[in-house]
């Protein structure tokens, strides 16, 4: 993991120093509301329905147990004794109140966090595959680059007042689990054919929200070592271009459209050729002294099967089916990464109490080198687990009701905050991830779905990535009551696409049955061990839609 | 309005020539539109002449009207309005070596981002010097010291300072062998 | 967020506060977090004149984000008629625990209830 220098240290408590300050000048008036907001949100405190809420950093998804207890420690001592992880690798709080940050972000940056631009109009907080260092499927680890971005957008003197939020994820795989296609911009590292020379793929103009776009490439291959300068050119001409004439047109994704992804990447070109690269690039020793924080544990040599592993798993059945969904292949033998569902049946997608962090810490400590990934499902992510130990470490998360075997199933529900939170929601969206969860609770009958995602926005803004759900649920309002409108076929992966839409909306109390439906059909139709979305690519939205208008149809499927 | 830089107040020493008046004694920051028809007679009195531009205005547009001009000054609309930090930062890429000023409502915390830009100065609104005054502008300026990004601003960056460590790191090492050999 | 148009009557001035972020409603005195307390405009007049003091009182830095929600009166006080700002005055439907509807006398419904 990555441990700040001195610098890292001073630069992140002047930030903190910066940030009291401007508390007292807004609380004495010397900073107008108007003022103060921009200045807070680059901060990540955002005033929400009930409270303030306060977006804390988890750089491209990686903590500490001694971070992940900090955390636990803030929940209780400032807030209501939990947190809630997003799909973009924060965490939030709900209950803090003004008064109170400043001394918060002391206490985060007693453990190397902070809350830095985890809001406002400038470069978000970076995020990056959860199974970086794990995952066989790696060229490298992107989690280096992701910090050297970090460290290069943090407090930078040009684009902190951008048209709109910016938002950089980062893979170093082939299967994209960070949805680099769906962010403003997408890195791939990738070996150059024929030389195997070390490189960026660089993908601009992916977003969702109001407007959905899937990123175009504007550079197929980036020498590493002009990382940053190229990323100037590209903020510097959206900085510049980018529409503010309008909000809700002002991300780079509709720069991109309206101009085309030709002209743009002409542009971009232009700035970079312009722009003196030496002068802004990092040193390739700095880039490898980054690097050097993510070498690899001490691992063991330990043999690819374990045999305590498979008594365990022929003895306990409920093991056996956690391993089989919960359990992902590590790249080193003997070793796995477990995925810790935060979507306990009928729970809240994505929150977790001081206890539970505390318990999370403690077996991290015990059983995976002290690390913790978050993962933009909402999860958590033990890395580096040694497979002799599985069995061990499920009968702790069970003890502690952590054990929930879901991952990727149909319960492993995506949802934002909603109105039960968030001040621009339409409708409320945490119930309805509450109650499908209920209603696909058994777990047979989950495992004999398959993958499938259900992802659950309150309102146009899609926080919760409806639009890449296999199953999308918007919220929204009309005659003064909350209702649900259906997309089908959205996919966040390196396939990504966007789902469509199935019919008029729904009630709240018809969401279940439309989406267990919605299922039926594909239980129904789907060749031998095709998952959700390659049915649904095959066959299309018909068949779907008939049993979603009908209601009949899937009725008499469910029967059987 | 009042004209600030890194130690603090300074003196105006330019007049703008606004819509529709004529055109003011000594130094003058002239409107864009104005410029190619007033410069010549500022320059014979033997003034100065200073620009000001739009944030829209394009670098490669401008850069060539900017012969012997002392002082570009890039409109702010609004302190929420960033295009005037890239407009600085690209024309000190080209190599503009004169003042450059920002004009508009910028606050007190963005004079960081104002000198990481290349700006020299800020002239803001009364009303903001009246609810921020120049204390906040210092303290500031000294509660932020340090950052991440090169070649933005004076002084070195963090990058730039391990950079330096490094190599001071080399040197001694390597005096260090010389010493030992001995 | 303020809606620029105006809310029907009768209406309370709701706002967040400053310093803690708490939701609270404008009373004959001051601000209150109890929804119970809060003054009630029942004409044009009463309603612009609250609506000035929320503007009033951000200026003097109180609090934030005052506009005027349209009520109707019950038992328990008003009430106000759109479920986003019901919800401000009970707390998160999902966790009956916090926010006002765990600390006061009101009951947690008028919102609809997902039982499913
Ligand atoms: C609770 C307060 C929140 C507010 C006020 C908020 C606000 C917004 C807004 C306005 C957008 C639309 C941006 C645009 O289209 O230009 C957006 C997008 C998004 N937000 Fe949030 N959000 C909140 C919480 C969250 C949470 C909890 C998550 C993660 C679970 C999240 C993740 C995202 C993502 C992934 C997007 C869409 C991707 C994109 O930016 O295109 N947000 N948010
Ligand atoms: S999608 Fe809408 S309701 Fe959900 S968190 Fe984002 S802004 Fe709020």
Sequence with gaps: MYRYDEFDSRFVRERVREFRAQVERRLDGSLTEDEFKPLRLQNGLYLQLHAYMLRIAIPYGTLSSRQLRQLALIADRYDRGYGHFTTRQNLQFNWPKLKDVPDILDLLADVEMHAIQTSGNCIRNVTADHFAGVAADEVEDPRPTAELIRQWSSLHPEFSFLPRKFKIAVTGAEHDRAAIKAHDIGLRILRRPGTGEIGYEVIVGGGLGRTPMIGKVVREFLPRADLLSFLEAIMRVYNLEGRRDNKFKARVKILVHEIGAEEFRRRVEQEFAALDGPSVNADPEEVKRIAAYFAP???????????????????????????????????????????????????????????????????????????????????????????????????????????????????????????????????????????????????????????????????????????????????????????????????????????????????????????????????????????????????????????????????????? | MPLIDATGFKQNGFARMTEGCSLPAGDVILPLEKLSTWREEVFSRGDRVGVHLPNTARVDEVWPLLDDVALVSIDFPSFADGRGFSLARGLRQRGFFGVLRAFGPLIADQMRHALGCGFDEVETPEAVIVRQPISQWRAALETITLRYQRGAGNGLSILDRRRAAREMGHRRFHSGLALARE | MAAPKKPPLPVILMANDLIDGEVVFRTATGWSSEPREALIAGNAQAADALEAEGIAEMSRNKVVDAYLVDVVLGENGPQPRHFRERLRTLGPSIRPDLGKQAQSVIEPRGVPHVSL
């Design chain 1, 297 to 560: 544990p001490p691992y063991e040599e330990l043999p690819e099967r374990s045999v305590k592993l498979s008594i365990a798993k022929a003895a306990h059945r409920d093991f056996a089916r956690f391993v089989e969904t919960n359990v992902f292949a590590h790249r080193v033998p003997g070793y796995a990464a477990v995925t810790i569902s935060l979507k306990p049946i009928g729970g809240v997608p994505g929150d977790a109490t001081s206890e539970q962090m505390r318990i999370i810490a403690e077996l991290a400590e015990r059983y995976s080198f002290g690390e913790i990934r978050v993962t933009y499902m909402q999860n958590l992510v033990l890395p580096h687990v040694r497979n002799d130990e599985l069995f061990a470490l499920w009968e702790a998360l069970d003890a502690a009701e952590l054990a929930t075997a879901n991952a990727s199933l149909v319960t492993d529900i995506i949802s934002c905050p909603g109105l039960d939170y968030c001040s621009l929601a339409t409708a409320r969206s945490i119930p309805i991830a509450q109650s499908l969860s209920r209603r696909f609770a058994d777990g047979a009958r989950q495992r004999e779905i398959g993958p499938l995602g259900i992802k659950i926005s309150g309102c146009i803004n899609a926080c919760g990535h409806h639009h890449i759900g296999n199953i999308g649920i918007l919220g929204l309002e009309k005659n003064g009551a909350e209702y649900y409108q259906l997309t089908l076929g959205g996919d966040a992966t390196e396939n990504a696409a966007l789902g469509e839409r199935l019919g008029p909306g729904l009630a709240a109390e018809e969401v279940p049955d439309a989406v267990e439906k919605i299922v039926n059909v594909y239980l129904q139709e789907r060749s031998v061990g095709e998952e959700f979305i390659a049915t649904y690519r095959r066959l299309g939205i018909a068949p779907f839609r008939q049993a979603f208008e009908k209601g009949v149809e899937g009725d008499q499927h469910a029967a059987h």
